[in-house]
């Protein structure tokens, strides 16, 4: 079997939105890549989480064709390909239908930054993607739904971010590796609750404010940054 220490490492990260309540029945996955190999691993469309063993995750090629397994890969798996294809330095991502970051999602609104538990980990509100045209959705679905993203970062100036929410569906994350990809879906899960409870505590709180933000941010990420990082 190609690749056991990155399969077990993909599944401990699938397993990761299950011990953070971030999944419900065989909903989200997780992907890691082995850009050395040319090789990327992901759930398995359809397994039980708790039946899911590392022979049930699917090795694919860049392009998406499968070169081990025998279960298909998760119908997100196009998605997955365009992130790695757009940064270059990611190693992980995950998808999830999370409660509160989906709210946003539907509700297609950016969360708000209100404090530095947001800060920490992204350097603004976090992005949403423009909705999908109906020539998007009847055509590559999951691919474009990638483009959409990429897109919705480029919009964002370029701002370094560790996940987005496409709009009226969920949140997108990633990271160095697929564990940490599966644990930006578990903080941006929090940072959106904490959003939706603040605005509920005061529907005109204000966003935290730049020189706070920035502190928490770059301490954190000042020189780690993967995604365009460039701040100006
Ligand atoms: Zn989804």
């Known amino acids: 079997m190609l690749l056991q220490t990155l399969r077990e490492e993909v ?14 029945y065989t909903f989200g996955n997780v992907s890691g890549i082995s850009r050395a190999d040319g090789v990327i691993v992901i759930k398995p469309s359809g397994v039980p989480y708790d039946e899911m063993r590392p022979e049930h995750l699917v ?7 499968v070169v081990e397994g025998t279960l298909r890969p998760s119908s997100d798996l196009p998605t997955h390909l365009v ?50 045209s109906d020539d998007e959705v009847a055509g590559e679905y999951e691919k474009n ?13 370029g701002a370094y971010s560790s996940g987005i929410l496409v709009a009226n569906h969920g949140p997108f994350t990633w990271g160095p590796d697929a564990l940490a990809a599966a644990q930006n879906a578990a903080v941006l899960e929090s940072i959106a609750r904490m959003a939706y409870l603040t605005l509920a505590i005061d529907e005109t709180a204000k966003p935290i404010g730049k020189s706070l933000h920035d502190k928490h941010f770059l301490r ?10 460039k701040r100006d």
């Open 11 to 24: 599944l401990d990260a699938n397993l990761e939105l299950v011990r953070r309540g971030l999944v419900l």
């Open 145 to 157: 739904t990638g483009h959409a993203i990429v897109r919705a970062l480029q919009d964002n100036k």
């Open 59 to 65: 090795l694919t090629d860049l392009v998406g064709k």
């Open 83 to 132: 992130l790695y294809e757009a940064m270059p330095d990611i190693g992980g991502v995950a998808h999830t239908h999370s409660d509160y970051a989906t709210a946003w999602a539907q509700a297609r609104r950016p969360v708000p930054c209100f404090g530095t538990t947001h800060a920490d980990s992204f350097p603004g509100p976090v992005p949403v993607t423009d909705s999908l």
């Open 220 to 229: 954190k990420h000042g020189v780690n940054a993967y995604y365009g990082q």
